[in-house]
């Protein structure tokens, strides 16, 4: 195993671990005329589908947890060696992470509670939860994760190779 | 595998291998994934801490509240409204609610909660603020001991009687019409409130009304079976020969109505009665009621009925100490009045070793009491000094030493609230009980007596220094 693609697997890793906490935590604390709530992004989702616009819902729902969710899953899996998936395989996951990753938009997920926090501040008390520092983290180590990964990992070793020549 | 063997012609197509250094198995990456999973475990174990818990709670009337809407209890927020649907027989609404973490015990069996919402009456404005804010769902404890409970029936009007006390009593009186009774009206004892209507109904056979009345503990022994009820609300004009004349109990119940009692003299008075006990409540009173004065003993509602209240004294001591640099040190406190002599907390009673002999001032409510005498008694804690300064001396048969802690409370100035000690926050120690870290209490309790709940016995006085709280119990040899 490549040495580059070992601190991949940790900082994905790292990522998954907060990853749970950052989307059912509650991300935002508003207080509006005395009305106090907490919002998560699991909440947010649910409440976006139960209330009908299930576009928008599923939209988000793929956006900011099933594809960030997948990526770091598919990072973790490909640095660790593949987990007997085959090279095929293993070409085939990374092509997706690497199509996929365009979808899956923690990051601008961060900006927009940044505009909701700055362009809201007037009129409602919106303050960032405790997810918030677990959302950031995950980002800054999503994005590690992938420019940290090496994908020349990938090519198989000639020893690698010839065992599984020997086995085919 | 040999590193830098030079290739032989024979070998030349042979590809030369690369080598693998494997420097280390384990990268230091891999500290990034703990670091993340501490911090994981210490966010997770916080939001589990102070997850609250959700309950349910079944109202007639939604009175316009709205989810996002708060629970508070004490004029403080313990929790919001997640969510009000209507119940399925669409008889009323069905309110899911979070209770914050640290309210978490308000969900227990006998937890009352209702919508508060403007209330003008004559005599009094409820729920002013609700009038231009949102509304809100208030709650009420139950009892101490009951057991957790998660599903709750609210009231559809905020209940009369905060908190029914087991000692309460309540008794029904029957009149022919209502009058100006309506729950929350006032049971008063020469003007004093001491309970209030509980309910108001037409009697089973409709041939007249029934009223249930609740009276507070500290006056239950007011309540004899020759007790009189009447009607003390509105006014009476009278107009005749010799002019007009207005009698109005006052102003108070002329507005939201009234129910006096009078008791008579202690021999004629009667026993005692039970809760469900039926009088008869009369249109006005006869003259001679308004002349009986019964001396019936009240006492505190934490007090067992009847048991007197000890009255601590006030006492300060004051002297200079040091030889060059010369200060004045003063404490404060309270001291018992006992038949005794005057009981009070050794370091109160007595100057320090340091003190200058001769600027020791001893002063017990406004009386300067010279220390000349050896105390009576000490053990380093309390002190025993066979001084009186007032007639009024609590006798020592009701001084007792009991085996472990009990509820208490603890009296010092007779206008303050007694503060309460639960046996649970009190941890024995032998001679004195350790007071609960956790309650913090302030240094002019320090010398105030320890009555128990029990039986009203004072069992030890409170010292209170700087760093900790606990109750010096008396021995027996104080008798």
């Known amino acids: 195993m490549l040495r580059s693609n070992s601190r991949t697997a940790a900082v994905a890793l790292a990522a998954l671990i907060l990853y749970p906490l950052a989307v059912t935590l509650p991300m935002l604390e508003i207080e509006q005329f005395g009305h106090y709530r907490t919002a998560s992004i699991v909440q947010g989702v649910i409440e976006l589908l139960s209330r009908g616009q299930l576009i928008v819902g599923l939209v988000v729902l793929l956006c900011s947890i099933v594809l960030p969710l997948g990526k770091l899953a598919a990072l973790l899996t490909l640095s660790l060696g593949g987990f007997g998936l ?59 994760a992938t420019a940290l990964f090496d994908p020349h990992g990938l090519w198989p070793s000639s020893e690698n190779r010839e065992t599984q020549d020997a086995r085919s | 595998m040999p590193e830098a063997d030079a290739p032989s012609e024979h070998d030349v197509k042979a590809i030369p291998h690369a080598t693998y250094r494997n420097e280390r198995r384990i990268s230091l990456a891999w500290i990034i994934p703990l670091v993340a999973l501490f911090l994981a475990s210490g966010m997770g174990w916080r939001a589990w801490q102070t997850r609250g818990v959700i309950i349910t709670v079944r109202l007639p009337e939604g009175h316009s509240l ?64 609700t009038l231009i804010g949102p509304r809100y769902l208030a709650a009420l404890p139950g009892h101490e001991q009951s057991l957790p409970w998660r599903d709750f029936i609210g009231l559809s009007d905020p209940p009369v009687v905060a908190e029914m006390i087991p000692g309460d009593l309540e008794v029904v009186v029957e009149a022919e019409t209502k009058g100006t009774l309506r729950p929350g009206t006032p049971i008063t004892y020469r003007q004093i409130p001491i309970g209030s209507v509980l309910s108001v109904g037409l009697a089973s056979d409709g ?101 007197p209240m000890p009255t601590p004294l006030r006492a300060r001591i004051g002297w200079t100490q040091g030889r060059i640099l010369r200060n004045q040190e003063t404490r404060y406190g309270w001291v018992l009045q006992t038949d005794q002599g005057l009981l009070g907390p050794a370091n109160l009673l007595k100057p320090d070793e340091k003190a200058d002999r001769e600027t020791v001032v001893l002063e017990v409510e406004g009386v300067i009491i010279p220390l000349n005498d050896e105390p009576r008694w000490t053990d380093g804690v309390l002190t025993l000094y066979t001084e009186s300064v007032t007639p009024y001396q609590w006798l020592s048969s009701l001084i007792s030493h009991p085996a472990q802690p009990m509820d208490c409370i603890v009296i010092s100035d007779p206008a303050l609230d007694p503060l309460p000690l639960a046996a649970s926050r009190l941890h024995d120690q032998g001679q004195h009980w350790d007071v609960d870290q956790s309650l913090s209490i302030d240094p002019s309790w320090h010398g105030a007596a320890v009555v128990s709940r029990e039986n009203g016995h004072v069992v030890g006085l409170l010292i209170v220094d700087d760093s900790s709280a606990r109750v010096a119990l008396l021995p027996d040899t104080i008798k």
């Open chain 1, 86 to 144: 085959g090279h095929r395989h293993q070409a085939m996951t990374f092509r997706i992470v690497e199509f996929t990753g365009r979808w899956g938009m923690l990051d601008v997920l961060l900006v927009a509670i940044l505009v909701a926090i700055l362009k809201l501040g007037d009129m409602v008390d919106v303050q960032a939860g405790p997810a918030a520092l677990a959302f950031t983290m995950c980002v800054v180590l999503s994005l590690c």
């Open chain 2, 66 to 129: 709205k989810p996002g809407d708060e629970v508070r209890y004490k004029g403080i927020t313990i929790g919001e409204i997640r969510d009000i649907t209507l119940t399925n027989d669409l008889q009323g609404i069905l309110i899911t609610a979070r209770l914050r973490q640290e309210a978490e015990r308000i969900a227990r069996s006998g937890s009352r909660f209702w919508v508060v919402r403007p209330q003008l009456r004559l005599t009094s404005v409820e729920g002013l603020e």
């Open chain 2, 207 to 307: 041939g007249g009304i029934e009223a249930r009345l609740h009276i507070q503990k500290a006056y239950t022994s007011l309540i004899r079976e020759h007790t009189r009820f009447w009607d003390a609300g509105g006014f009476q004009a009278n107009v005749g020969l010799t002019g007009f004349s207005i009698k109005v109990e006052s102003l108070e119940a002329a507005l939201q109505g009234s129910i006096a009692i009078a008791t008579p003299p202690e021999d004629l008075a009667g026993e005692n009665v039970r809760t469900g006990h039926r009088y008869i409540l009369h249109k006005e009173p006869k003259k001679d009621w308004l002349e009986w004065k019964p001396l019936i003993a009240i006492g505190n509602s934490l007090l067992p009925p009847g048991a």
